[in-house]
């Protein structure tokens, strides 16, 4: 997102998989969207990356910086930690050779600006051949730091950084954007357990915050629904005894209460999908550390979003927004429609503006295809030209790879494209 014309939103690439799995491909075209006239234009100019996905791009004073990425094509990938910069004046490309090392190869990582105008790069996905037909994942989980040499202009170097605090632990698939404070914020993503011919991922929920000027990480601890106040020697309407806090606590206090929704697929799979809830105390109502006693004012137990990966993260006047995302469920992967919003001065709760509709779920089914079509022109050259770009499907001729039998689509694919 840059501010200049009314606010334009540009995007670089990506990835495309038919619904059916027969067709898939990466993109290498560069679109502006102007927010002002709210119509989209394809910005045409050579020496830019190739085509692939999984990679991030920041803008940064009057450039957009883009970095690593991966392609794939039928027989083969490749991951990517190159890096160019578009000049949004001259509208011209140019691959940048900074100094120093700088990450190995990866994509799907956190790529942010900040204050101080460093660029910070954390984490990632990548995966390398093992033997014959057997690839092994790696998450990474360490940090960069991308800095403009003063008086050099163009000229860029690499630094390695150590943060200390509460880090996340190592996942794929994380959502990122940037808190009123300029810290990093991260939620969620997943962590795969891979084995030779099996992936299982766990999918998460926490919230992080990175502060660039102390080099630390936080957890993200929301502090609970605001609570009324009350003087304790006056005891709680009701109890003219004024039971103690200890003593409510004792008397018919629950466990933290989940919320179940159920999808069900044609073939009659149900998926369920929890959602956790504050535990109740015995009154009915959230328990509070607070030392005073209270009750919620909403009245309501507060939900949190699922576990999940690849969220969509905004913050707008100092409210971060979460919408949607996805997770597995054995064979399946369910995608959310879900919203919700969270106070990041506050950090109380989150509120649900949408709730998630079971009913809006469209299974797609998989087709199996034994047909491997041409590769592409090549990883490193990243599939299409740009004349290809307005060729059509058949033209770029890649097939998706088809699961094995008994395992679950995505399972052939890095998590780097969430």
Not at 202 to 228: C, I, M, T
């Amino acid at each position: 997102m840059v501010p200049q014309g009314g606010g334009q939103l540009w995007i670089f690439g990506g990835e495309f998989a038919s619904p059916d799995g027969e067709h898939f491909y990466h993109y290498r075209d560069l679109w502006v969207l102007h927010l002002a006239t709210r119509t989209w234009e394809q910005v045409r100019s050579p020496g830019g990356p190739s085509g692939r996905s999984g990679h991030r791009m920041v803008a940064w004073k009057r450039q957009l910086i883009l970095f690593g990425g991966f392609h794939e094509s039928t027989r083969d990938y490749i991951y990517y930690n190159d890096l160019y910069a578009f000049n949004l004046d001259t509208f011209t490309w140019s691959r940048l050779s900074p100094s120093g090392t700088g990450p190995t190869p990866r994509s799907g990582c956190q790529m942010t600006v900040t204050a101080q105008g460093s660029i910070v790069i954390y984490g990632g996905y990548s995966k390398q051949r093992v033997r014959k037909d057997v690839d092994r994942g790696t998450q990474h989980s360490d940090m960069f730091l991308l800095k403009a040499e003063e008086g050099r202009e163009g000229r860029w170097a690499w630094t390695r950084v150590n943060p200390s605090g509460a880090k996340p632990t190592p996942r794929s698939g994380f959502s990122v954007a940037v808190a009123p404070n300029h810290q990093t914020l991260l939620f969620g993503g997943v962590c795969d357990d891979e084995e030779d011919e099996s992936l299982e991922g766990h999918f998460l929920s926490d919230l992080h915050f990175y502060d660039p000027v102390r080099n630390r990480w936080f957890a993200g601890q929301l502090k609970g629904p605001k609570v009324e106040k009350r003087r304790r020697r006056r005891g709680k309407k009701g109890e003219p005894g004024g039971a103690s806090k200890q003593e409510l606590k004792g008397t018919g206090a629950q466990e933290p209460l989940q919320v179940v929704r159920e999808l069900v697929a044609e073939d009659g799979t149900v998926v369920t999908i929890q959602q956790g809830l504050a535990a109740l105390g015995p009154a009915g109502q959230p328990e509070s550390d607070d030392s005073d006693d209270g009750t919620n004012e909403a009245g309501v137990p507060a939900v949190e979003p699922s576990p999940r990966s690849s969220a969509m993260l905004a913050v707008k006047h100092g409210r971060l927004y979460l919408y949607g995302g996805m997770f597995e469920a054995g064979d399946r992967q369910v995608t959310l429609s879900d919203l919700y919003c969270l106070d990041l001065h506050k950090m109380e709760e989150w509120t649900v503006l949408v709730e998630m509709d079971p009913e809006s779920q469209e299974w797609l089914e998989e087709t199996d295809s034994e047909e491997d079509s041409d590769e592409v022109k090549g990883a490193e050259g990243g599939g299409e030209s740009e004349e290809d770009e307005d060729s059509g499907e058949e033209a770029r001729g890649e097939q998706r790879p088809s699961a094995a039998p008994g395992e679950p689509f995505a399972d052939s694919l890095p998590r780097t494209e969430q």
